[in-house]
């Protein structure tokens, strides 16, 4: 048997015996707390989203494959579809510095961080608390023990704090916390693809303004050449000055009509310079006249693409964000258990803080149980419920109107390609009625409206045509972002 020191106390002798044991103690009770708080039930529904089943075929044409999830798809630069480097550039450039994308990225980082503080619940707290106090206490004061007497308490303790998740509040807290996160995740890929697409709609837009311009500015050439042949013509006196007038009139029109297509262009050309991320002047398009056709559509377009899209992927995180909280709600209602431990020194010298008789521990539940509440926590309850009813409805919304958005874009493309072959027979028809118009003028059969009215018309179906190209490459880029990023 070990001898006792002389320094040494009959009571710190006791604590230091027992100590070790308490300290065992205190480590299988928390480890029990932890293995039944694992084990314990949930009270979250069993979550199953709606079944919207995707369409086995579109109705614009076919065949198709039957639709499997696939959000993390790899959806690739779906922008290379239109061989076009500018517009590369303009991607790279956009996803570099827009103000847009940065704001959804730094919600993300926000979500994902919020759902690692939910996920810390599921541990224990553990804190260091140290506080120094020095009072003086009233010596008036019936029954008082010492009155009067000025005292200092120093106090270090590491306290531990647990919470038995029996019910499953801080899984699911947790649960919805991380479905969160993801939601916040496919809010980000949905910004990065609309911006994506706001950028081709408007460059190609604006390439189509170039065109209608280049249009306009050979018009404006044959029309100053008509002007000059005129003037010509009435000095020799082989027509009247109406035809110099006539001439004249068409081609002042056709300068304005120019100079207003530059509005546009100019508007066009700023909403991109927003999108990217700068300011207009410092950065401008050379004139690009739209030209060619835009990729064409594979025949067999899987329904599945349409899982890929950010807004469903987004929409489903949500609904399961909320059926988890479903859960919290209905734990409310059973009594919340924490497992408290303190451990620590107490005393009025600063130099006995470490001495064993100034020792100090607690070790205890915490129960809190609501017996009334006026029925709150269960009309709670029902709200989460409706709360889930709504993001499930929200869910098979956003899926039919992903539907439809490809049904849309389809149908315009084939529209617009039967369209574009119709306006170039017009086309070539009015070409032709233009130059029998002029031998017929040369010749003196006619007088010069009627070459006039063959160019106008021959203008106007050539920019009709202009348009319905330009349409068909929006129409295109519409579908992609439809199908969450090219084919």
């Excluded at 401008?284 to 693409?305: F, I, R, Y």
């Excluded at 439809?404 to 072959?421: K, P, Y």
Aim: charged share 25%; with cysteine; aromatic share 6%.
């Amino acid at each position: 048997m070990k001898k006792k020191t002389p320094d040494e106390k009959p009571a710190d002798a006791a604590f230091k015996s027992r100590n070790p044991s308490r300290r065992s103690s205190s480590f299988v009770i928390l480890h029990s707390a932890f293995v039944i708080s694992l084990a314990g039930c949930n009270l979250a529904p069993k979550y199953d989203p709606p079944a919207v089943a995707l369409p086995s075929h579109f109705k614009t044409s076919g065949p198709w494959r039957q639709a499997k999830p696939g959000d993390h798809d790899s959806r690739g630069n779906w922008w290379r579809l239109f061989g076009d480097s500018r517009l590369t550039a303009l991607m790279q450039r956009a996803e570099a510095n827009s103000p847009t994308l940065e704001v959804a990225m730094h919600k993300v980082d926000e979500a994902r961080a919020l759902a690692r503080a939910d996920r810390a619940g599921l541990f224990p707290f553990v804190a260091w608390n140290s506080s120094v106090k020095r009072s003086h206490g009233s010596g008036t004061l019936a029954n008082t023990f010492a009155g009067g007497v000025t005292t200092t308490r120093i106090k270090s303790t590491l306290d531990l704090e647990y919470e038995l998740d029996f019910w499953g509040k801080l899984r699911n807290q947790s649960a919805a916390a991380n479905s969160k996160a993801e939601s916040a995740e496919a809010d980000h890929r949905s910004v990065l693809l609309t911006l994506q697409g706001e950028i081709a709609l408007n460059y190609f837009a604006l390439r189509s303004q170039d065109a209608e311009i280049a249009l306009l500015k050979r018009a404006i050439e044959l029309r100053e050449k008509a002007v000059d042949l005129a003037k010509a013509r009435f000095k020799q006196g082989d027509t009247a000055q109406l035809d110099v007038a006539q001439a004249e009139t068409e081609l002042a029109t056709a300068r304005s009509e120019a100079i207003g297509l530059e509005k546009l262009r100019a508007e066009l050309d700023h909403a991109i310079a927003l999108l990217v991320g700068t300011t207009p002047a410092e950065l401008s398009h050379a004139p690009s006249p739209l030209s060619g056709t835009p990729p064409s559509v594979p025949t067999s377009l899987p329904s599945d693409l349409l899982e890929r899209r950010p807004d469903i992927a987004a929409a489903e995180r949500t609904m399961a964000e909320q059926n988890a909280l479903i859960g919290v709600a209905r734990a409310a209602v059973f009594p919340s258990v924490k497992i408290g431990l303190s451990n620590g020194g107490e005393t009025s010298y600063l130099k006995k803080l470490a001495d064993a008789a100034s020792h100090v521990w607690g070790l205890g539940p915490d129960v809190q149980w609501p017996v009334f509440d006026g029925g709150k926590r269960l009309a709670e309850t029902d709200a989460q419920r409706a709360k889930y009813l709504q993001a499930a409805g929200s869910y098979r919304e956003t899926v039919l109107k992903a539907v439809r958005d490809v049904e849309d874009a389809l149908s315009g493309i084939s529209i617009l390609n039967r369209q574009a072959a119709a306006q170039a027979q017009t086309v070539a028809g009015a070409q032709k009625t233009v130059e029998l118009a002029e031998k017929r003028y040369s010749a003196g059969l006619v007088a010069y409206y009627e070459v006039l009215d063959a160019q106008r018309t021959l203008l106007r179906a050539e920019q009709e045509l202009t348009r319905i190209n330009g349409e068909q490459f929006l129409s295109t880029v519409l579908l992609i972002k439809a199908l969450g990023g090219g084919w």
